[in-house]
């Protein structure tokens, strides 16, 4: 069994081949870190790991005694205030004022398999023998809370899933103001924090800084995870990069208020902690009720930052993405915003259906404008009905004819939000998110409805369940175009609105429970203005996301480049647009936009019927491509070569699972002029194998062994001298690798 525990010295020790995790009931009886890191061979005893050398200006645990303070210690869940001045994963508003904690250990089990969270997202197990489950309880006599923190180790992914969960066995109420699903102390400082952030339209770009004494941290407040920042951090030794060296990697499975930070204390020790943001959060516990915190996953590798991403990829793969969709190919699509707007009749809509089915693309969608009376985007949302006046035969029946065509439909749909000038609003105005005797703000002219209150929900439920039903709609495109403001509900009383943000989110996860468990067979796909709530809370509902509204090929590179740190490319929609580009006006070859967007869920937005012929069978020869090495591309092992925040050029590559064949981007950015010679090395090859080497035209370049293009790359220089009119900016070329 992969976790042991030693009862003289009363240690933990979570293993798999990869890693150990080390954690020890210290003599006051609280939790203390001892180790997490490559894997080690298990000891009864490991006293040596507990450092507490005397410190000045230090306060001390027990009386007379100046050996043992917490302020010195590594812990497994901090609380603040009894000689520790770090920030904590835990506070407890009780009703003397006081926020004093003292958790103490009580009994623990270790089980084969791993428990569910309830109303919550998380990573899972098929069978018990997958994983290995460490539950420890822990007490607080005085206000007779329990504390109990989860941890799973898998065997199969160098991860461990944590989680902590309250549970008020007394006769009080209390407010639980801070619970982070992780804490974890390091005994130095000597990494780098990875971070990735940016805005709408350039969301998860890659920001890097040694970490320094006091608190880096990044977060959000606006009721989802963000287009500014992810619920996901690196620290990495100063050397490590993307083919080797250590590395830990923080992700929270969660969708709203998160923070992420790490806190260096003046004797270099660094405090990491994920989980709910505890601004602008309390969490009333009542007596008998409990409170469960969102899973964090971490994840440790001494191979680099792609081994640890690819840990990350095959874990949220296998074991977060769930149901039908899981291991399937994803579909080709047209969307038809770009191509229509909100101009579009059945005619329209079903002549580039036609089109699209003779390109061979698979799934038509059907964007914003199809339901009440929305015709821009300040009237109708929450309207979950058809506008008749567009769609004669209504969504059954043009859904028919797409499905007459051969090709699968989807729909839109922003479910969280609605217009004033709407039925839903007018009937039912108390049903968004506002502070009373407070202005209400807007965005997009649309207001947050208030998913903490069952009912609405259950309004929203009962519209979509029958549209989805009447359709046999196969997907559903999910947006979500604005933050919460004025967060407040009228449903709670004053000291529950602290329980508003998160209450919210959990609504947002029960609605998407019951559609998938009511048409288990739809594809859904997230998305918050495009990129605003990519994270791996949704990951669990939706196994795709639109990555970034942002559909530029050369932004698109830092996006996508960012996003697979540690998202995997079968959940970054990924989609062919028109040039010049909507967002920045720039223009870029056919060939490179499509490029770019094969490493995701692959699909096109933008008018087919008004492309030249020339582009329309080029399409077609992308579609077939596509459909070749879709299972390459999507669920292949990703490599990142070179990225875009250090190099003009980038390169990305799959590889198959069996390594029999692999594909690589080559991305110029921007032309140079009588560049240097290049060659691009190709790890996650077999070494032992030979392999054709093609390009995406057929053309052949030679035969090489995995050994070779390892060790000594593939010659990739060009002659961008002038006179080859071959490269251009925004150049790109795919390299196939075929075993023989």
Request: glycine letters at 6%; hydrophobic letters at 35%; proline letters at 4%.
């Amino acid at each position: 069994m992969p976790i042991k525990f030693h009862k003289q010295s009363r240690e933990f020790h979570l293993y798999n081949d990869q890693l150990s995790y080390i954690i020890k009931v210290l003599k006051n009886d609280q939790l203390g870190q001892l180790y997490f890191g490559k894997r080690v061979v298990d000891r009864d005893n490991h006293d040596y790991l507990v450092e507490n050398t005397y410190r000045p200006v230090t306060s001390y645990v027990y009386d007379n005694d100046y050996s043992f303070s917490l302020g010195n210690m590594k812990q497994e869940y901090p609380a603040y205030g009894t000689t520790d001045y770090r920030l904590p994963a835990v506070e407890i508003k009780q009703p003397n004022g006081s926020s004093i904690t003292n958790f103490t250990y009580v009994s623990h089990r270790i089980y084969d398999g791993k428990p569910q969270l309830n109303g919550l997202p998380a990573t899972y197990v098929e069978n018990d023998n997958e994983a290995t489950t460490l539950e420890v309880l822990l007490h607080d006599d005085v206000i007779n809370v329990d504390l109990t923190l989860i941890y799973t180790i898998f065997n199969n992914y160098d991860a461990i899933a944590r989680s902590a969960k309250f549970t008020n066995q007394g006769e009080h109420d209390y407010q639980l103001t801070t619970a982070m699903s992780m804490n974890l102390d390091l005994p130095d400082d000597d990494y780098d924090w990875l971070q990735f952030s940016g805005a709408w339209g350039r969301e998860r770009q890659l920001k890097a800084a040694h970490l320094r004494p006091g608190i880096q941290s990044v977060g959000s407040t606006r009721g989802a995870s963000s287009h500014m920042e992810n619920p996901f951090v690196i620290l990495k030794r100063p050397h490590t990069d993307d083919f080797q060296g250590e590395a830990y990697g923080f992700s929270l499975v969660y969708s709203g208020n998160f923070l992420a930070q790490a806190e260096v204390d003046p004797y270099k020790v660094t405090r990491v902690q994920l989980g709910i943001n505890p601004f602008h959060f309390s969490w009333k516990l009542a007596p008998q009720a409990s409170f469960q915190t969102p899973e964090a996953v971490m994840v440790y590798t001494t191979n680099g930052l792609n081994d640890l991403s690819q840990n990350f990829h095959h874990l949220y793969q296998q074991r977060l993405t769930r149901g039908y969709w899981r291991d399937r190919q994803r579909p080709i699509l047209v969307n038809n915003w770009e191509a229509t707007y909100f101009d579009f009749t059945e005619d329209k809509l079903l002549s580039l259906a036609k089109t699209a089915k003779d390109l061979g693309i698979e799934l038509f969608v059907l964007d914003d404008g199809w339901f009440g009376k929305r015709t821009s985007e300040t009237a109708g949302l929450g309207d979950w009905w058809v506008n008749r006046d567009r769609l004669p035969d209504g969504i059954s029946g043009l859904s028919a004819k797409i499905h007459q065509l051969g090709m699968m439909f989807g729909l839109w749909f922003e479910p969280e939000m609605t217009n004033k000038d709407s039925d839903l609003y007018r009937n039912h105005p108390d049903y968004i998110i506002k502070t009373p005797d407070r202005h209400a703000s807007h965005g997009r002219k649309q207001y947050v409805l208030d998913f903490s209150r069952p009912e609405v929900v259950d309004y929203v439920y009962n519209m979509m369940v029958k549209v989805l039903a009447d359709g046999k709609v196969d997907y559903v495109k999910w947006d979500m175009n604005r933050n919460i403001t004025e967060c407040f509900s009228a449903a709670y009383p004053a000291d529950q609105q602290g329980e508003i943000f998160h209450r919210y989110i959990l609504g947002v996860y029960d609605l998407y429970e019951r559609l998938i468990n009511k048409f288990p067979q739809i594809l859904f796909e997230s998305c918050a203005s495009g990129g605003g709530r990519f994270d791996a809370g949704m990951l669990y509902y939706a196994p795709q996301a639109w990555t970034s509204d942002d559909s530029d090929a050369i932004e698109r590179l830092k996006i996508q480049t960012g996003t697979s740190y540690c998202y995997p490319t079968s959940s970054m929609g990924a989609h062919v647009s028109v040039s010049p580009n909507e967002q920045l006006q720039r223009q870029t070859p056919l060939k490179t936009r499509a490029d770019v967007a094969y490493f995701g869920a692959f699909g096109y937005e933008l008018d087919l019927n008004s492309l030249p012929e020339t582009d329309r069978q080029q399409i077609k020869q992308q579609v077939a491509f596509m459909k070749k090495y879709r299972q390459i591309f999507q669920f292949g092992t990703f490599y990142r070569l070179k990225t875009p925040f250090d190099s003009n050029i980038v390169a990305w590559l799959a590889v198959s699972p069996d390594k029999k064949q692999a594909i690589m981007g080559y991305f110029k950015i921007l032309n140079d002029v009588n560049a240097e010679y290049r060659r691009q090395q190709l790890p996650g090859l077999a070494a032992d194998l030979t392999y054709q080497v093609s390009e995406e035209d057929g053309s052949q370049i030679g035969e090489f062994t995995g050994n070779e293009l390892a060790n000594i790359g593939l010659v990739t220089t060009d002659a961008s001298a002038g006179e080859n009119k071959e490269t251009t900016d925004f150049y790109s070329k795919l390299f196939i690798f075929n075993a023989k």
